[in-house]
């Protein structure tokens, strides 16, 4: 086999740092680009993964094939080429894929199988090609190293192993710090394309078949495309990227009025945050109402110290701010891992400004600024999810409920907003005993009428009070109408410490509980069928 | 949620108005549930002597207190012995509409149907179109799971085939 014509061992090797690079920019932005359908849970990332691997080791295998055989420089050409024109093609056919597999309007207790199977099938139908192309590059690059300095095998392929490396390494940081906040999806996407074009022109150039590099040209055909969205209803007042997330907020008619939702990753009917006009009790329904009641049940005071973790827009602020007991002044604190959501929340969603009893940690995840904040407040509101079902492991384990325990003042509330459709919910009933175990007693949980969520109460060194006791009983007004549904049977229930097992941060099963707990929906309402 | 609480007071006043003649747990499960008092509404429900009355006050007032699961169950045992009562029929296909249970409120709106006069089902006619809606939503769900299945059988298996012939040891060069 002859050498190369033209370039050197460095120019190679930086073609194949550089495929690396964009090995790793479809694997991450693959995630991000099927987001907005299936979200970004471990099952769907687990998906990208697996199917990015099985496609390299093909890809590999392929290559391994190419390589024995004459011109290796011209099927790298090929490869790259392939590559390119796959990878600009991904926001075009990302949104066709992906509704294949997932219809508009499903609910999210429907959402669990195909969120697993659709990102699946979305997933291989979308990144096989170019994974495997950009597989093919490394067996390739071996061969032409070791052809070019008559070298050991060994020797190339730890050269061209480390170049890909660090490529995929610099692709790793680059995509998720600086390409996909920056540049957006889509945008990242065609930058990868047109990089992995270029080196196709090179490899066609190097090869002197130059003519082939006007197959890239096709990669124009991408550009015009804009990759379109989930259905939406109502009307779209603003969508960003975030680091973590597709962020949008929506305004809906309400009656004579209009309502606002933040949504994230929504390929379902579901919702982050929600606003309206007036601060206060939202309708029936919204489990934010269910906060307000331990400020009522405790004793008059003049300012009720807060801290939401996982503030969203500020839901829980507003509606604290409208429905405290009278002569009581809220002092919040919030703390939210997107900075995103936060100043979208503060353009659409009347989120208060820092200063005057309210601020905001935002880019904070909610355990790390725990251990930051000073403590002693009156209530801790959990209500941290990601990826529309998952409550974060860190965030239900008994170490992290013992550290909320410790910011509490005594008597201090902790209320947790957990998904979840019965009493007998395996998400609800393991949140519930977990945080039990850590308060050293029962937890009072209340499923929240109209809602597939209920709320789990905890009092520090202290028992909250047990639906229709005197200690239950609110002043008339709209707040105890609140409590009226939560007293029938069935409908609360007292879960006491270790009673359906303890997550640590050790062993935790939430996210198997989360699964199980959409399949047992599912399944109790095909039970309905007659 | 299809405007839950409004619609319960209208049910509430047309249950009240047929329970009327009787002045019985029932019109007393319907006040108290609209005052708010449900644990006494409930038991005031379930003291009604006759199955029917007391389905439709359980009903009433799990619906009322945002339990659609528990409402529907209720609705289900009124329609055991009662299975062309309009107002049960009319009710527990709302319920299931709200729960997104498609197939069964299409068959309650079918039995609505053939229980009222035509010209009186036409108010709950858009019942029909939302259960359709729902059935027409489960159906693209279920296709769209066995694709995804599908799929991702035939990529893997194509995979594993491909893999298998692709470690054989290539003819030498």
Known sequence: MSAPKGGSGAALLSVVALAGSGTMVVELAAVRVLAPWFGTSSAVWTNVIGVVLLALALGYLLGSRLAARPAPLRALAWALSLAALATAALPVLAPLVAELFLPAGVTLDRAASLFLWGSLAAAALLFTPAALALGCVGPLAVELEAARGAEH??????????????????????TTHYALPLLGVRVTFLVAAGVLALLAVSCWVWSGRARGAALLALIGLALPFTPRAPATRGTLLEAAESPYQTVRV?????????????????GTDSFQSVWQPEPGLLPPGYYYDSFVLPAWWSAPRERWRVLVLGLGAGTAWRVLEGALPAGTALDATGVEIDPVVVALARRWMDLAPDGDGRRVLADWDARAALRVLDGDYDEVVLDAYANQVEIPAHLSSVEFFREVRAALAPGGWLAINVGGFDLDDPVVRAVASTAATAFEAPALVVLVPFSRNATVYLRRDARPPLPGSEAWRLPPGPVAELLGP???????????????????????????????????AAAAREERLP | MRGAAALALVLGASLATSASAQESALAAAVRLAQEGRFVEALARARSAPEPLARAQAELYVWHHAGA???????????????????WLLQNSAYVALSLGAGDEAQRLVGELERALPAEEFTAHAWMRAEADDLVRQRASERA??????????????????????????????
């Open chain 1, 153 to 174: 095998a060994g020797t190339a392929g730890g050269r061209v192993l480390c170049a890909s490396t660090l490529g995929s390494l610099a692709g790793t940081f680059g």
């Open chain 1, 250 to 266: 929506v305004e809906l008619p309400e009656g004579e009025g209009v309502r606002r939702q933040l949504q994230v990753n929504e």
């Open chain 1, 486 to 520: 939560l007293e029938l049977e069935g409908r609360w229930a007292l879960v006491s410490p270790g009673a359906a097992g303890v997550l640590t941060d050790d062993a935790n099963a939430i996210e198997r509980l989360q699964r199980a707990s959409l399949r047992r």
């Open chain 2, 68 to 86: 659609l699961d528990q409402a529907l169950a209720a609705g289900r045992r009124g329609l055991a012995v009662a299975p062309a009562d309009a």
């Open chain 2, 144 to 173: 769209a799971l066995t694709r995804a299945r599908a799929v991702s059988a035939a990529v893997g298996l194509a995979a594993l085939v491909a893999l298998l012939l692709g470690a054989r040891r290539p003819a030498s060069r």
